[in-house]
């Protein structure tokens, strides 16, 4: 009987470590949100669990079909998991602003640049089955907005969140064109009439609003820094005054100058 009984208890005590070891898999973590710079430079992965004790993540791996790349955990996590997050990041995330430390950093592998793709892909999280998989056809690539997964499906603004809790949000969104008065992203007529409606201001600091040539008055001047940048837009090759630049189109020529007949004609008394 005493033999049974320690057989029983061995069995019992098994069972009880299996279950333990079970229940804190990695199994409950889900992708929570996705972001991706415009050129795919700076990319970060966001985990969520309500789990608590998801901690074997050793081992596990994020793929993605499009681009074929793997990305692998390394170490455990300590602690409860319950209502955390895991943020995994291209390398030097940390030190952008608004940017938080990832929770895997170097000397472990960062998130390699471009892992995913934002114009359609296949992420899955793996440990010895698939987790969790998501399938999106785009992730926003302005540099400000993310595709969030949690609690609803939907674009917002970046919020990285991470194992500690902190949390932060980047804005990498390309600067606007010389030229571009209204922040628009394109060189174009609404510029033109920000210029004559502020002309003669003084620009405060140098630079802002319609002070192309930065010289803190509206003037004429910064009519022809715009002209000579007139359908640049954002990405697109700049020039400065002073240099050799292409004279507009027939059809930019005359929208200019009839913006500037309508400009110069008297007003009538009503």
Not at 165 to 194: C, E, K, Q
Request: glycine content about 12%; some cysteine.
């Amino acid at each position: 009987m005493l033999r049974l009984r320690w057989g029983h208890c061995a069995v019992l005590i098994s069972v009880a470590l299996t279950c333990s070891r079970g229940e804190a898999f990695f199994h409950l973590w889900r992708f929570s949100e996705f972001f991706s710079s415009p050129d795919g430079s700076v990319q970060f992965i966001e985990l969520h669990t309500t789990g608590l004790s998801e901690i074997f993540s050793d081992g596990a791996t994020i793929t993605s079909t499009s681009t074929g790349k793997v990305y692998t955990f390394h170490g455990n996590l300590t602690g409860s998991t319950s209502n955390k997050s895991l943020l995994i990041a291209t390398s030097g995330f940390g030190s952008l602003p608004g940017g938080i430390a990832p929770d895997f950093p170097p000397p472990l592998a960062p998130l390699p640049p471009n892992f995913f793709n934002p114009n359609g892909d296949t992420l899955t999280l793996f440990e010895s089955f698939a987790i969790d998989t998501k399938t999106f056809t785009s992730v926003p690539t302005d540099g400000v907005m993310s595709l969030n997964y949690s609690p609803t499906a939907g674009v917002t603004i970046n919020s990285p969140t991470n194992y500690s809790g902190a949390t932060g949000s980047v804005n990498l969104a390309p600067p606007p064109p010389p030229g571009d008065y209204n922040l628009n992203g394109v060189v174009d007529a609404a510029d033109y009439v920000v210029w004559r409606n502020t002309l003669t201001q003084t620009a405060s600091p140098l630079g802002s609003g319609a002070d192309g040539n930065a010289n803190g008055t509206i003037d004429s001047g910064d009519f022809d820094f715009w002209r000579a940048r007139f359908g640049n837009s954002v990405g697109a090759g700049t020039a400065t005054v002073g240099s050799a630049v292409p004279e507009p189109g027939c059809f930019s020529f005359l929208l200019v100058s009839a913006l500037v007949g309508l400009s110069r004609c008297p007003r009538r008394n009503s």
